[in-house]
């Protein structure tokens, strides 16, 4: 059943319906190069920085309500259309290295922001050891309708979602996140509040505001929770880098198009600070069972991420089956941590050629460390040191004849290009169980960091036993979830 809704960022997410087994094509050995189209990689970095946003996309009136609470209310024919984020507001950065520098560095912090989370889980601590969660707080009314702040602007790499919150529907843009669980949206009365592009929620304008009881399941799935005068439930989000997000949890209708979704668990945050800037709150499409996609009871989700720099609109899909040449993997889940997507990943390639890197630097141990997990909101792919380096070295080796740039932030590998309009690198693929392989274009691993010719190697080391599969590298790719079937599905060039 096609759930459709779009995302925003400077770029954005679409999928749409089935997806079916591999064709033998697609196992096929992938050419040892693949070109690299300079130039238009570079006009962009030009062009991204004078996109002229004239008008914010409309709101659908609703005209169809679904029930978020009962088995029968699985999601169909609901669809919204999604812009990038840079069609609503100019980038405030004078050049493209500056946006790129901030984007990578917002980039480090989404990633320490899982790592912490999950180390947390493996060790058993809570979150609320982060910080001391203040049932206290008197939220004292504050009107931050400030002017439009974009997030791309800021360097974030999430992407976006137009949605309507509560009755009648209040429009706010949100994260799409699948790193994440609890929905929440910035509410007032503020007692400390980050700019958003929207009015801040106003949940006494809703009728169908309602706050969650301390004794709900849905106060209880919370890993951070207080009760106010023993009654009504305050939830707390801590994201591991210093973002949290406080304040009361409460059912909320939820607004995609003309559609609606009634009885959403989501928070209602009163004092919020982090890496949020320009969007209203957050909608988590992890695994947990305070998720948007578990709260709509989807059995799969998939969603395609056009290029960050372009001005394109793609869409969300829930409840879409695989489509014929999905090339597939085990979806995989950690028992220590149920929100993060796991990928049966069994090697990579450079240059046709298989890296001498072990399984295991892939796979999850019993404790629930390492393995390899798909996110939406990490920008750069992060593998493990060792093996970032046999691929770091395998790709250099393969590219000795282009002129070589210093190292720029956390990328090592970097490459003086302004002379030339195209190149062929080494072709860059994942392998998979059942000897399925996904190759990537190289504009998804060889990206610019300024306007003059300077690209880097798209991937990054990490010091922690997690990997991460980010969304540079799934740009241009259809994603799909699987979760009834435990798989997940890659079908290139289909956004």
Known sequence: MGFLFALLFAGCFFFTAPFVGCSRSLLQTPQPTTALDVAEALLKTKNVLSFDPTKKPAFTPLDQSLSASSPSSSPSSISLQIHPRLSIHKSSHLDYKALTLSRLQRDSARVSSLVTRLNLAVNGISR??????????EFGAEDLEGPIVSGSSQGSGEYFSRVGIGKPPSQVYMVLDTGSDVNWVQCAPCADCYQQSDPIFEPSLSSSYSPLKCDTQQCKYLDDSECRNDRTCVYEVSYGDGSYTVGDFVTETITLGSDSVNNVAIGCGHNN?????????????????????SQLNASSFSYCLVDRDSDSASTLEFDSSFRPNTITAP?????????????????ISVGGELLPIPESAFQMDESGNGGIIIDSGTAVTRLQSDTYNVLRDAFAKGTKNLPSADSVALFDTCYNLSTKSSVDVPTLSFHFPEGKVLPLPAKNYMIPVDSVGTFCFAFAPTSSSLSIIGNVQQQGTRVGFDLGNSRVGFVPNKC
């Open 128 to 137: 609320s050891d982060l910080k001391p969660l203040d049932t206290g707080l």
């Open 273 to 293: 600070e982090g890496l949020f800037v320009g969007a209203g709150g957050l909608l988590g499409l992890g695994g947990g069972p305070l998720s948007f996609t």
């Open 331 to 347: 979806l995989i889940r950690n028992h220590q941590l149920d929100t993060f997507y796991y990928l049966g990943l069994t090697g």
